[in-house]
């Protein structure tokens, strides 16, 4: 909950903040998070919270902590769930997850569709 906390408090002062000139130094910084498939997806999803998690634990949650808080939020679709333009609630659910997904045994990457299987066998 701790955790929860600290991302939640992290990620509204992000949006209250200055700081938009640090998550500016990145390349790319409006590129949107890789969902391109159920793997890209997955992948993006569970490095991005780990990237979150390890910032915090070192104390040093900073734009690039927020950011990769961010890019997790958006992997996931809210369109089916009550309070889906609230981002406290969305965080949430991204904690949620991936609390679930670290205690269960995941499917070898390969096994996932990727791009080709997504083309090939028209997955939406």
């Excluded at 990145?26 to 992948?43: A, F, I, N, W």
């Excluded at 992997?75 to 205690?103: G, H, M, P, Q, W």
Aim: net charge negative; proline share 8%.
């Amino acid at each position: 909950m701790l955790l929860g906390a600290c991302l939640i408090t992290a990620a509204e002062a992000q949006g209250n903040s200055s700081q938009g000139a640090k998550i500016a130094a990145d390349p790319h910084p409006l590129r949107p998070p890789e969902t391109s498939s159920p793997r890209q997806t997955l992948q993006t999803f569970l490095s991005r919270t780990d990237r979150a998690v390890e910032a915090w634990r070192q104390g040093a949650l900073d734009s690039r902590g927020v950011r990769n808080v961010l890019d997790a939020v958006e992997t996931l679709d809210y369109s089916a769930i009550a309070n889906a333009d609230s981002l406290l609630s969305r965080i949430e659910r991204v904690l949620l997850l991936k609390e679930l997904l670290d205690r269960l045994p995941l499917p070898p990457p390969g096994v996932i569709p990727g791009e080709r299987e997504v083309a090939a066998e028209g997955i939406t």
